[in-house]
């Protein structure tokens, strides 16, 4: 009689045991599945906008988000691929998401709208797909300069009447600053092989600039102040200070050509919350975010379904010369390019 009840006990624990063990998982992964952690350089304004649309679309859900520079992104997830933080990676140069991609840092996953992309806004194996196209541009202080007086063209910018007239954000942590630089070596570097006359003339642009500001927002106030009267930096940014802001900016669009970067979009490999991560992904690359993004954040998208009429005049109407470039050289090249610029080039033009 004793052994029988002894038994009875020591099933019930067993069976309490489990059953409990059980809910606790499935509570925790119900709990984990209710955040999803976005690291992009889009932006407050555009980040907490979309974090607050999907979280009313999705009760209960949190969406955490980091912003912080193109480079910067992929160095910090990086630095935690074997405990990887963020969810999904929103913007940068597609030549970084192509390093990301060959170091095993982002996991394929195909949208539903990935035929309405050309062949070079994607990834081939599906680890990025590309949201939006970014112009880079001379932007000047239009109380001071118009379209007609300011530089014309990349070169012009080496002219002397320009000296510390010039701000540049700093370009090792920003993507549109590595890629202009970069495509400033590269016009070289494509008929040459050879880095050198790049060099130099990051050299003679860099006797002209004044400063070079830790981020956007320092950049925007001194050429605002007219402490230096141009920069360069991309079309959608500028159109946004203006036209929200109210800066005294306006733009010339290079008559030589521009580089058009392809802005990617990923998940990141391994993420915590891999379920809301490709809803997350799904929904702020929907038609209707799309046109929100184009008309109210200044961006330019890849889709090509979307109707026209209801994007702005500044996209649907302006000429952009395309800059052809090898962005698999840029992706290769672009570290050991800005690294020399950084330790040989920065702040000896002067001199």
């Not at 974090?51 to 969406?63: D, L, N, T, W, Y």
Request: net charge negative; charged share 25%.
């Amino acid at each position: 009689m004793f052994m029988k009840y002894l038994i009875q006990i020591m099933l019930w624990v067993f069976v309490t045991c489990f059953l409990g063990c059980g809910q606790s998982e499935d509570s925790s992964t119900d709990a984990e599945e209710k955040r999803v952690v976005v690291y992009s350089p889009h932006g407050k304004e555009m980040l907490s906008d979309f974090a607050e649309r999907f979280e009313i679309a999705h009760p209960g859900v949190q969406v955490h988000w980091l912003d912080m520079g193109s480079q910067d992104v992929l160095d910090r997830i990086r630095s935690e691929r074997s405990n990887p933080q963020a969810d999904i990676w929103w913007g940068a140069p597609s030549s970084l998401f192509m390093n990301a991609a060959e170091e095993g840092l982002l996991e394929p996953y195909t949208p539903t709208w990935s035929d309405q992309v050309g062949p070079s806004e994607r990834d081939s194996l599906n680890r990025w797909y590309g949201t939006f196209l970014t112009p880079e541009v001379i932007a000047f202080n239009s109380q001071v300069l118009t379209k007609e007086t300011a530089p014309q063209d990349w070169d012009d910018l080496l002219d002397p009447k320009w000296k510390d007239e010039i701000v540049i954000r700093y370009p090792l942590a920003s993507g549109t600053m590595r890629t202009i630089f970069s495509t400033m070596i590269w016009r070289f570097y494509r008929e040459t092989g050879s880095s050198d006359k790049g060099y130099e003339w990051l050299r003679k642009l860099d006797a002209n600039t004044k400063s070079y500001p830790a981020n956007p927002t320092l950049m925007y106030l001194q050429l605002a102040r007219q402490e230096a009267l141009v920069t360069l930096w991309n079309m959608p940014d500028i159109e946004l200070q203006k036209q929200t802001y109210d800066y005294p900016f306006d733009y010339v669009i290079p008559e030589s050509g521009t580089p058009v970067l392809v802005e990617g979009l990923a998940i990141v490999a391994n993420s915590k919350h891999p379920k809301l991560a490709r809803k997350f992904y799904e929904f702020i690359t929907t038609p209707k975010s799309f046109i929100i993004q184009a008309n109210r954040y200044f961006r330019i998208p890849t889709r090509k379904d979307l109707p026209k009429e209801r994007l702005p005049n500044w996209i649907t109407e302006t000429e952009i010369k395309t800059l052809e470039i090898d962005w698999e050289v840029f992706s290769e090249k672009s570290t050991e390019w800005m690294k020399y610029w950084d330790e040989k080039i920065k702040g000896t033009g002067k001199s």
